[in-house]
C-alpha cells in the first residue's frame, strides 16, 4: 500500500520532471563545502529530467577561500562544467555540448553530488543497486568505485568535508534518516548514525552537516542536528518551527547559516525565525513572524533562506493548500540587527546571489499554470537594478564565471549580472543535469 509519504514522493518525483526549477542556499565563502536544501525523499530511483528540469540550484555550490563576514556567500564557478545526462559528461563551456570521449557511466540518475577539496574528484549519489556514493577521477573521467551507505533506503545528499572523509545521508524506508561516514579512499563506511526524524533540510558546516528533522508522517515541531566528521550528535529542538508531511500536503522550512559567526537562521510561515549558535546549540526565538499561516493538517508551506552578509537573510517559497493550489511567498528581506523584514517581489519563488546581485524568480507550482515573473536583478540592499523576460518562467539560473546562464522555457542566455544585459544565446536548449559546483542536497521539488 502506498504511504503518504510515498505519494508525496510521486508527486516530488513529477514536478521535478514537469519543470519545477530548484533553488537553494548559496555558498559562502568559507574553506568548508556548502550545501542546498532539500525535500522530497524518495527510496526509489528518480526519472531522468526533461528539458525544463534542468534542475540548476541556487546551490550548486563551490569552497572557496574565507571572507570577511559582511560579504555575501555566493557560489564560486567551477573551471569545469559538467552534465548528468545518464552518464556524467563533460561539457564544453563555450558550447555547452559534450566533449567527445570524456564521459564516465553512472549506475542511476544522480541528484546530489559534492567534489573532493582539490576538485580532483566527485560523488555523486546512487540508488542502484542500493543507497552508494559513486566516487569518479575528474582527470581520467573513470569511475573509481562505489560506496555503500546502507542495505536500504534512499541515498539523498552527500558532502565531502576532507580529503579522506565522505559523509552520506541516506532517507530510510520508514522515512528515518541515516548518515554515514566513509573513507575516501578505502570507500568503507567507518560509522553510522540513525538521527529520528524525517529530512527536511540541510547544509554543510565546519567539517560536518546541519539538518533540520521533522516528525514521521505529521506535522510538527522540528529539530536542529549537527553531525560532526567523526560522527559526533548534538541536538536542539525548534518548538516554534512546524515541519512534516500529511498527504497531500509536505511542510519544509528554511536554513541559512552566517559560517563566519557559527550560527543559523531557521525559518517557516507564520513563525518566529529562530537563531541557534552552533557552538552551544543554545536557541533563541525572535519575535519577528514572516508572512504567511503556520503548518497544519490543512496548510502547508515550504520556505528557502539565504545568508546574504551584512545581517541580511533573503526568504522565498510557497504557501500550499490541501486542495492542491498554492501562492508564492514573494521574496522578504529580514534584517537580524533590527528583526525588521521588506517584501521586494510578490511572486517570487525563488533567489540567489552572484556577485553582490539578488536574483529574483518564479517558476509555477507544479500543475498550476505557465505564468512565471521573469527574472529580477536586485542589490543585497533590495533595490532593483534589472528585470528581464517579461513574465516567462525561468527553470534555472547557473553562475558561469563572472555572469549566469538563465534557462527558460523558450530560451538558454547568459548574462551579464551586474547589468541584467544579454550576452550569448544558446542553440542547445535541451539539457541534463548541469554540474558546476557542490550540490550535496537535492533541490527542492515543489517550488
Do not use: C
Given at each position: 500500500?502506498?504511504?503518504?509519504?510515498?505519494?508525496?514522493?510521486?508527486?516530488?518525483?513529477?514536478?521535478?520532471?514537469?519543470?519545477?526549477?530548484?533553488?537553494?542556499?548559496?555558498?559562502?565563502r568559507d574553506p568548508e563545502p556548502t550545501v542546498t536544501r532539500i525535500v522530497g525523499m524518495s527510496f526509489t530511483q528518480p526519472s531522468r529530467p526533461r528539458a525544463l528540469s534542468i534542475v540548476l540550484c541556487c546551490t550548486l555550490l563551490l569552497a572557496a577561500t574565507a571572507a570577511d563576514s559582511q560579504r555575501p556567500h555566493e557560489r564560486a564557478a567551477?573551471?569545469?562544467?559538467?552534465?548528468?545526462?545518464?552518464?556524467?559528461?563533460?561539457?564544453?563551456?563555450e558550447t555547452l555540448h559534450p566533449v567527445r570521449g570524456q564521459r564516465a557511466p553512472l549506475g542511476s540518475d544522480s541528484w546530489a553530488w559534492s567534489f573532493a577539496p582539490g576538485r580532483d574528484r566527485i560523488a555523486l549519489v546512487s540508488d542502484s543497486p542500493g543507497p552508494e556514493l559513486r566516487l569518479i577521477d575528474l582527470r581520467t573521467m573513470r569511475v573509481i568505485g562505489d560506496a555503500r551507505l546502507a542495505r536500504r533506503g534512499s541515498a539523498w545528499a552527500t558532502a565531502w568535508v576532507s580529503s579522506r572523509r565522505l559523509l552520506g545521508v541516506v532517507v530510510t524506508r520508514a522515512d528515518d534518516t541515516l548518515?554515514?561516514?566513509?573513507?575516501?579512499?578505502?570507500?568503507?563506511?567507518?560509522?553510522?548514525?540513525?538521527?529520528?526524524?524525517?529530512?527536511?533540510?540541510?547544509?554543510?558546516?565546519?567539517?560536518?552537516?546541519?539538518?533540520?528533522?521533522?516528525?514521521?508522517?505529521?506535522?510538527?515541531?522540528?529539530?536542529?542536528v549537527r553531525v560532526t566528521a567523526g560522527g559526533g550528535i548534538r541536538s536542539a529542538s525548534l518548538e516554534?518551527?512546524?515541519?512534516?508531511?500529511?498527504?497531500?500536503?509536505?511542510?519544509?522550512?528554511?536554513?541559512?547559516?552566517?559560517?563566519?559567526?557559527?550560527?543559523?537562521?531557521?525559518?517557516?510561515?507564520?513563525?518566529?525565525?529562530?537563531?541557534?549558535?552552533?557552538?552551544?546549540?543554545?536557541?533563541?526565538?525572535?519575535?519577528?513572524?514572516?508572512?504567511?499561516?503556520?503548518?497544519?493538517?490543512?496548510?502547508?508551506?515550504?520556505?528557502?533562506?539565504?545568508?546574504?552578509?551584512?545581517?541580511?537573510?533573503?526568504?522565498?517559497?510557497?504557501?500550499?493548500?490541501?486542495?492542491?493550489?498554492?501562492?508564492?511567498?514573494?521574496?522578504?528581506?529580514?534584517?537580524?540587527?533590527?528583526?525588521?523584514?521588506?517584501?521586494?517581489?510578490r511572486r517570487a519563488t525563488h533567489a540567489m546571489v552572484w556577485h553582490y546581485?539578488?536574483?529574483?524568480?518564479?517558476?509555477?507550482?507544479?500543475?498550476?499554470?505557465?505564468?512565471?515573473?521573469?527574472?529580477?536583478?536586485?542589490?543585497?540592499?533590495?533595490?532593483?537594478?534589472?528585470?528581464?523576460?517579461?513574465?516567462?518562467?525561468?527553470?534555472?539560473?547557473?553562475?558561469?564565471?563572472?555572469?549566469?546562464?538563465?534557462?527558460?522555457?523558450?530560451?538558454t542566455t547568459l548574462i551579464d549580472v551586474r547589468t541584467g544585459r544579454e550576452l550569448r544565446r544558446y542553440r542547445r536548449l535541451r539539457f541534463g543535469t548541469p554540474v558546476v559546483g557542490d550540490r550535496s542536497f537535492p533541490p527542492t521539488a515543489d517550488g
Open positions: 500500500m502506498e504511504t503518504p509519504r510515498g505519494r508525496r514522493i510521486t508527486s516530488a518525483r513529477r514536478a521535478k520532471q514537469d519543470g519545477a526549477a530548484s533553488v537553494a542556499s548559496e555558498a559562502p567551477s573551471p569545469r562544467l559538467y552534465e548528468i545526462a545518464g552518464d556524467f559528461v563533460r561539457l564544453d563551456p548518515v554515514a561516514g566513509v573513507d575516501s579512499t578505502t570507500r568503507r563506511v567507518v560509522w553510522r548514525r540513525t538521527l529520528g526524524g524525517s529530512l527536511r533540510v540541510g547544509e554543510a558546516f565546519h567539517n560536518g552537516l546541519v539538518l533540520i528533522l521533522g516528525p514521521h508522517r505529521d506535522v510538527g515541531p522540528s529539530r536542529l516554534g518551527i512546524r515541519s512534516g508531511s500529511v498527504s497531500p500536503l509536505d511542510s519544509r522550512p528554511g536554513l541559512a547559516i552566517d559560517h563566519s559567526e557559527a550560527r543559523a537562521f531557521v525559518v517557516q510561515a507564520g513563525a518566529p525565525v529562530a537563531e541557534v549558535d552552533l557552538r552551544t546549540l543554545q536557541v533563541h526565538e525572535h519575535p519577528l513572524l514572516l508572512g504567511g499561516r503556520a503548518p497544519d493538517a490543512t496548510t502547508g508551506a515550504t520556505r528557502d533562506a539565504l545568508w546574504l552578509g551584512k545581517g541580511l537573510l533573503a526568504v522565498t517559497g510557497w504557501d500550499i493548500r490541501s486542495s492542491g493550489g498554492a501562492t508564492p511567498a514573494g521574496l522578504t528581506l529580514v534584517n537580524t540587527l533590527t528583526w525588521s523584514a521588506r517584501k521586494i517581489h546581485t539578488l536574483l529574483a524568480s518564479s517558476f509555477p507550482y507544479p500543475g498550476r499554470g505557465t505564468l512565471g515573473s521573469g527574472l529580477t536583478g536586485y542589490s543585497l540592499a533590495g533595490e532593483r537594478k534589472f528585470h528581464r523576460y517579461g513574465h516567462e518562467p525561468v527553470a534555472g539560473v547557473q553562475p558561469l564565471g563572472s555572469k549566469v546562464l538563465v534557462m527558460t522555457p523558450r530560451r
